[in-house]
């Protein structure tokens, strides 16, 4: 039907033509001759492909002439090739309207008619913006997606193609019907990029998304991980982002590894005033000067300047001191020993008051076993109670004995930490069971 209709415009145009130069028409003839320069000028842009400037000179002619049938019919012709179909339905309406006859008119009815059907085409591109073509790019861009258009079409089967820079062209399909408007969905798929990698060593391992390199693929759209590494030097990690087909070029170089050996192995290290972390027992130092600081609980921090100019096997090996712990007097009051010592007088006073008690009553114990039987050497008939009674006296008698032992052993404690409270000494006080009970001390100054 399109080819139809620009049959019947090359017709409706050169039927035009030669009715203008075939018979005089009634303008002067200085506006005759300006309409007729216009239209040969306006005839041979549009032969060029130049619509733009076909149509400026069209409109020149026709501002001297309104009614030149031969611009009329040029101007609906030139219009219809750049897709203004309501523009060139308009200008062959003009066309009739100034009194077109003969076989030109029902040609120019038949455009009119034809025109009229025209339907809108409503394309969407999220990923836009496109340009839109129809049938051929030959044609020219039908119009730009950003993200949609809406364009008017002439019923029919198309063939729509989309296009971006760094996109994959897509290609599809819509049928136009009259009256009714159609919709197409278009998605663009992005072009993958080429990956250049340049490592320094140039026998480092290169991966990318932890896949060997290859630098014949190219990598698709999106965020990828890069790492090179090399045994002896630090590893590089680099983050890239591929758009659109750009290429992309990377040029890394390890900084070899200074091998670190600090104790404790739990150290924080700090580079120039940085948290560091070792990589395989090493660091990557970079070029100059540097301060190196470690530090671990316990111990006391050590720092290390590094010089710029270092020898090929430069390495750092060292021990952090700990942190010697010395016991203060407290302020204000009794020492810490002078308590003890307290504490110890307390235990000394309690053990010899139980000592007496003990003592005083192994000593009746005893006393109410003789008079049961007061010669040993005379039969009793109360030996086994005397005998109960002289046991448990005899074992009062024991636990009073400790008892005055460790009060002697307290007291003795208590007088060493006493004396010695405003030093600093160390003192330990334990227990003594044995031939000889009481308390063991031991004073450190």
Not at 101 to 114: H, M, Y
Not at 123 to 138: N, T
Not at 170 to 189: E, H, R
Request: proline letters at 7%.
């Amino acid at each position: 039907m399109r080819g139809l209709l620009s049959v019947w415009i090359v017709g409706v145009s050169a039927a035009a033509t030669s009715a203008a130069f075939g018979a005089p028409g009634p303008a002067p003839v200085t506006a005759a001759a300006t309409a007729a320069a216009s239209y040969q000028k306006a005839e041979k842009l549009d032969l060029d492909g130049d619509y733009e400037h076909a149509l400026a000179a069209i409109e020149d002619g026709l501002a001297r002439a309104p009614k030149d049938l031969p611009l009329l019919g040029l101007k609906g012709k030139v219009l219809f090739e750049v897709r203004d179909y309501v523009g060139s339905r308009a200008a062959y309406q003009a066309y009739l309207d100034a009194g077109v006859s003969g076989g030109k008119r029902r040609s120019a009815e038949k455009s009119v008619a034809l025109l009229s059907t025209v339907t809108f085409l409503d394309i969407e591109l999220p990923s836009g913006p496109a340009a839109i073509y129809l049938d051929s790019k030959s044609q020219g861009v039908l119009c730009t997606a950003a993200p949609t258009c809406h364009k008017l079409v002439l019923p029919g089967r198309y063939k729509v193609i989309a296009e971006r820079s760094g996109f994959e062209r897509w290609t599809g399909s819509v049928t136009i019907t009259q009256g009714t408007p159609a919709k197409l969905a278009v998605a663009l798929v992005e072009k993958p990029s080429a990956l250049t990698v340049r490592a320094t060593p140039p026998e480092a391992k290169v991966t990318i998304d932890d896949a060997a390199y290859d630098p014949a693929a190219k990598v698709a759209p999106g965020s990828h991980q890069v790492t090179v590494a090399q045994p002896g030097h630090s590893t590089v990690r680099r983050q890239i982002v591929a758009h659109e087909g750009q290429p992309i070029d990377l040029d890394v170089s390890l900084a070899p590894l200074v091998a670190v050996r600090i104790a404790p192995a739990s150290a924080r290290v700090l580079l120039d005033g940085a948290p560091l972390v070792l990589e395989d027992g090493g660091l990557a130092l970079p070029p100059g000067k540097h301060v190196l600081v470690a530090r671990a609980p316990g111990f006391v921090d050590r720092t290390l300047e590094i010089p710029a100019d270092r020898p090929a096997d430069f390495a750092i090996a060292f021990a952090l001191d700990r942190v010697a712990v010395v016991v203060r007097p407290e302020a204000g009051g009794w020492s810490t020993r002078r308590k003890v010592a307290l504490a110890a007088g307390g235990v000394s006073v309690v053990a010899l008051a139980g000592g007496i008690a003990f003592g005083v009553h192994s000593q009746h114990l005893a006393n109410d076993a003789l008079a049961l039987c007061p010669s040993p050497s005379t039969p009793c008939a109360m030996a086994a109670e005397a005998n109960d009674l002289s046991h448990r006296g005899r074992s009062s008698a024991l636990i009073a004995d400790v008892a005055y032992g460790a009060a002697g052993g307290a007291a003795i404690a208590a007088a060493v930490l006493w004396l010695t409270g405003a030093q600093e000494s160390r003192v330990a006080v334990t227990p003594k069971v044995g031939p000889v009970v009481g308390l063991n001390v031991a004073v450190g100054f």
